[in-house]
């Protein structure tokens, strides 16, 4: 064995039938290490240009209305969802795909950049502005990001390996977040804007670091394809495919554990206080859940994905409840339980995002994956909107409210996902 097919065996385990990847089987192991480095350093950033934890800590540092705070989490997610059918026929009319990852991490690099400098820069409203511009911004580069990373990493990765490569790539991104978090808990105390930008370029060089390995990688030719289909016709996908359709269900019921932690951070800075070191707290949770969580879930995934999206569905319902159940007690104003009550839901929402992740690149396979990935994120993306929405207006009787509601979803969930067929073959 190579030194690149030695490595990646110990990293990812025993290898799996190939033979679906035609001349691309000989290099899964330099492109699973290359996917493995640049899915951790685009994790890292994401740990940072966070829009539950730290970006919500930046308004409040500068002064910015906290109405802007309930715009982040929509704004970043259904934008990264929205435009991919538009998206799909630039994809598909792509002979060397890798081009647009490159280029979509060089767009997110200078869109946190420019976020840091208007965090220096500017405040109050203007500076709220700024963020909610540069978070849309990234959402759209996050997009072709997104459409593009799933069909690359499913023609270059065989099943039953692309679960574990993305949980690992999870799990060692939440170390070196845990290590990020306890430099702002520690250095925190009486900082304030130049810390939270200087934390902000330093995401920036991660993405450029990953446009740098995803220009590596070894990626066949593929034909362009001609005539792309429209958004109309894409969309008659979910007429022609159940299995599609209800995956997008299950992925809507699964928002209980994305949509969850903004309002636990609310209320955490309503009742316990704190500035810009609190904010490490939330980034260190994060961490640790990604450090325990992301192997093992992709691990699971790897054996049935619509069964971790099952478990992540219920586990998010029982830790919201059990959450809003302390709260009505004398815990209520103890930092330490929002702090744990995140870290339990970010290891679970990692097992959601896992989970989705490998079953849409099992499930749409072949030359329609891509269009599948497509109609399914943007679809999801539009009832992300409407579901924020939604509980947006729930919060303003309380976060306790929407936090019920996102329970309920979760509860839905569950079922939801076990109606999904298994797509993942044996790798025992």
């Not at 598909?92 to 200078?110: D, F, H, K």
């Not at 999870?170 to 250095?187: D, E, F, K, P």
């Not at 209520?332 to 339980?337: P, V």
């Amino acid at each position: 064995m190579t030194a690149a097919q030695t490595v990646y065996r110990r990293l990812i385990g025993a290898p799996v039938d190939r033979s679906d990847l035609g001349a691309a089987a000989d290099e899964v192991a330099p492109n699973g290490l290359r996917l493995l480095g640049a899915h951790t350093l685009t994790q890292v950033g994401d740990r940072v240009f966070d829009p539950k934890t730290v970006l919500p800590y930046v308004l409040a540092v500068g002064g910015a209305p906290t109405g802007l705070v309930g715009l982040l989490v929509p704004l970043r997610e259904s934008g990264s969802l929205l435009p991919q059918v538009a998206l799909l026929g630039l994809v598909q009319r792509t002979r060397r795909r890798r081009r647009l990852l490159v280029v979509a991490a060089l767009a997110q690099a200078l869109i946190v950049l420019l976020c840091a400098a208007a965090v220096l820069l500017l405040e109050g409203l203007a500076l709220g502005l700024a963020v909610v511009v540069c978070v849309a911004g990234f959402a759209l580069a996050r997009a072709l990001s997104s459409l593009t990373n799933k069909d690359v990493r499913g023609r270059l990765l065989p099943k039953g390996e692309r679960g574990r490569v993305t949980g690992l790539a999870t799990s060692v991104s939440g170390v070196v977040a845990i290590g990020v978090g306890l430099g702002v808990r520690l250095l925190g105390q009486g900082s304030g804007a130049s810390l939270l930008a200087g934390l902000l370029a330093g995401a920036a060089v991660l993405w450029v670091l990953a446009a740098g390995l995803f220009a590596t990688l070894a990626e066949p030719a593929t034909e362009p394809e001609q005539g792309a289909p429209g958004p109309a016709s894409a969309f008659a996908l979910l007429r022609e495919d159940r299995d599609l359709r209800v995956f997008v269900l299950a992925r809507m019921l699964l928002f209980v554990s994305a949509l969850s932690p903004p309002f636990l951070v609310a209320l955490a800075t309503s009742r316990t206080g704190g500035g810009v070191a609190g904010a490490g707290s939330f980034v260190v949770a994060a961490g640790v859940a990604a450090a325990v969580g992301g192997r093992a879930w992709g691990s699971a995934a790897d054996r049935s994905s619509r069964r971790v999206m099952a478990w992540a569905a219920g586990l998010a319902t029982l830790t919201v409840l059990t959450f809003l159940a302390a709260t009505r007690t004398g815990l209520g104003d103890q930092e330490w339980l929002y702090v744990l009550a995140y870290g339990v839901l970010a290891v679970v929402h990692t097992g959601a995002r896992v989970g989705r992740k490998t079953y849409v690149v099992d499930l749409a396979g072949g030359a329609g994956r891509a269009e599948r990935v497509a109609v399914a994120n943007t679809l999801t993306g539009a009832l992300l909107l409407g579901v924020g929405g939604f509980t947006a207006v729930l919060a303003q009787a309380g976060p306790e409210v929407a936090l019920l509601a996102l329970a309920v979803l979760g509860l839905l969930g569950v079922p939801a996902a076990l109606r999904l067929p298994e797509v993942e073959r044996s790798t025992s």
